[in-house]
């Protein structure tokens, strides 16, 4: 891959003010964030499934629902440790998460919204459990990283893809881009 995550997910972090506060927070409140890690699957996944367009994706393989709410209890509890301090390992885990989505046909108008209700219900989770409102920002600011990553991923696999069936390059690719979207205004 041309993008390293590392790099990336450093660049996130200063964009994003990630900081090493967010961070310690997140750490201490890592219990809580497992004690509600299936409720907020629940939900996640009643919301992919209320639209038709993703509900058909989610139960297009036999068993993948039941991966998923796995998955997404695993990802859920990764941003309140960080895995490796959110390092190389939480770089790596996060662009993968990235490709996966690529593969799948699943682009931002999908995981924007669906980010948003992450977002929105931790909000509301922490409210009734009369958490920080510190905590509610770092945990928005890690999901951002977390949507950044499977954005980029998407940018990165399409963009990639035509200079290997074309053959261009990527200042001629980025010329194409800017042309193309001057022309589409
Ligand atoms: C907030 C955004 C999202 C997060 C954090 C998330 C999280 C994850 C994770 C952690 C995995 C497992 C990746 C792996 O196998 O390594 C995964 C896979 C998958 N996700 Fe998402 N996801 C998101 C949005 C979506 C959306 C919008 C859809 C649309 C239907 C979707 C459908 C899927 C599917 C179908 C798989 C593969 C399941 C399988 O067959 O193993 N995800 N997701």
């Not at 895995?83 to 390992?89: E, F, L, Q, S, T």
């Amino acid at each position: 891959m041309s993008l390293s995550s590392q790099a990336f997910m450093q660049t996130m972090e200063a964009r994003i003010s990630f900081s090493d506060a967010d961070k310690a927070l997140l750490k201490a409140n890592a219990a809580w964030g497992n004690s509600i890690a299936l409720q907020m699957a629940e939900v996640f996944y009643a919301y992919l499934a209320s639209d038709p367009e993703m509900n058909q994706i989610l139960n297009a393989k036999e068993g993948r629902m039941h991966r998923l709410n796995e998955t997404f209890v695993e990802w859920f509890g990764e941003m309140f440790t960080g895995m490796d301090d959110w390092g190389i390992a939480y770089a790596e885990r996060r662009w993968r998460i990235g490709l996966v989505h690529v593969q799948i046909g699943i682009g931002p108008q999908h995981v924007v919204p669906a980010m948003a209700t992450v977002v929105h219900e931790v909000g509301k989770q922490l409210k009734s459990a009369g958490l920080s409102e510190d905590l509610r920002d770092a945990l928005g600011r890690i999901c951002m990283i977390d949507l950044a990553f499977i954005e980029q991923a998407y940018v990165e696999v399409s963009s990639q893809a035509v200079m290997r069936e074309t053959g261009w390059t990527e200042s001629l690719f980025k010329r194409m881009i800017t042309t193309g979207a001057a022309r589409m205004q």
